[in-house]
């Protein structure tokens, strides 16, 4: 077996599909989404969880920021 660690969730979210329908990047075209926010917090949680420290650099608390450049900044 292997352990597990919960890391967040992902609420249900029109810009998710709004996006998969456009062909589009959900980070790019919906920044400000609520699925969006859950994702920086997963990703967060998962770097934490894997021992890699960060600073504080988004706008909406503390994790990774995708809306600035289209990449990740950490």
Do not use: M
């Amino acid at each position: 077996g292997f352990s597990s660690a919960y890391l967040g969730y992902l609420n249900y979210d029109e810009a998710a599909w709004k996006s998969l329908r456009n062909k589009r990047l959900l980070l790019t075209d919906f920044p400000q989404s609520i699925i969006v926010r859950r994702l920086n917090e997963v990703a967060s949680s998962l770097l934490r969880h894997c021992g890699i420290n960060f600073g504080l650099n988004s706008s909406i608390g503390s994790g990774l920021n995708f809306r600035n450049s289209g990449s990740a900044t950490v």
